[in-house]
């Protein structure tokens, strides 16, 4: 029974990322790939463009990679736990 609803879950998945490619294919969202790759840049003078802004690693920045680092020693346990028994 657990099999199953993991498959399922599996196969939902893979039908909506299907679906959202079809339609981006479809809607040619593909096309004007050397235009998009500017628009991020749209109406920056040239000094705004060298300038690089300072950057600043807030307390989510801190808690986000605790978290990254916790899974990695529960992974390296597990691993551990499985290939010494």
């Known amino acids: 029974m657990f099999v199953p609803v993991w ?3 599996f196969l939902t998945g893979l039908a ?3 679906a959202v490619l079809y339609w ?3 809607t040619r969202q593909f096309d004007e790939q050397e235009r998009a790759k500017h628009l991020p840049f749209a109406g920056m003078a040239l000094e705004e463009l060298n ?3 300072p950057v600043i690693f807030g307390r989510s920045f801190y808690g986000i990679l605790a978290i990254f680092f916790c899974g990695l ?3 390296g346990i597990a691993v551990f736990a499985i290939f010494s028994a």
């Open 24 to 26: 981006s294919v479809k």
């Open 51 to 53: 300038e690089k802004p």
């Open 7 to 9: 498959i399922v879950f």
């Open 73 to 75: 020693i529960i992974i």
């Open 16 to 18: 909506m990322a299907a």
